[in-house]
């Protein structure tokens, strides 16, 4: 697991822009931490990687956003509002999370997906394909992102 250290939100925008330059078609990215600790900055970023115009947003109420006018499509997916892995089928963002192909997909708060409490060999079968990035809060602006690539 690598991580690094944001002293600010524009190094946080400035990671995701590398992470973006980077990307191919089929990566997926699931991103865990607490409010505010900068998991949108990092999309943002990533956006502006790809060469997506305009102004990226939380999809905090509307759950998905889809960018087009990059290399390739960036899909945003905030689960914040749903806490169980049946609320996310119900709202019919299961295939997307499985099977997002065309472009990039984020997903915030992915640990509303995968199904912890059934033991950590699930976990990783889930994970497989993704790259999971932690997020903590610490002194000041300062905030410590770990990430690990899970293979397919």
Known sequence: MATIISHS????????RL????????WRIGLTGELGTGKTQLVKGIASGL??????TSPSFTLLHEYEGGRFPLGHLDLYRLNRPQEIVHAGLADCLEDYRAGVLV????????NYARGPAYVRRQQRGWRLVRF?????????????????
Do not use: K, M, Q
């Not at 939100?9 to 995701?16: F, K």
């Not at 992470?19 to 089929?26: S, T």
């Not at 997903?107 to 995968?114: K, L, Q, T």
């Open 51 to 56: 060469g997506v115009p305009g102004i990226v």
């Open 9 to 16: 939100a524009e190094d946080t925008v400035r990671l995701g």
């Open 19 to 26: 992470w973006g330059r980077e990307a191919a078609p089929g």
């Open 107 to 114: 997903v915030e708060w992915i640990e509303r997906w995968w």
């Open 136 to 152: 903590e809060a610490g002194e000041n602006d300062e905030r410590r992102l770990s990430y690990e690539d899970f293979g397919d």
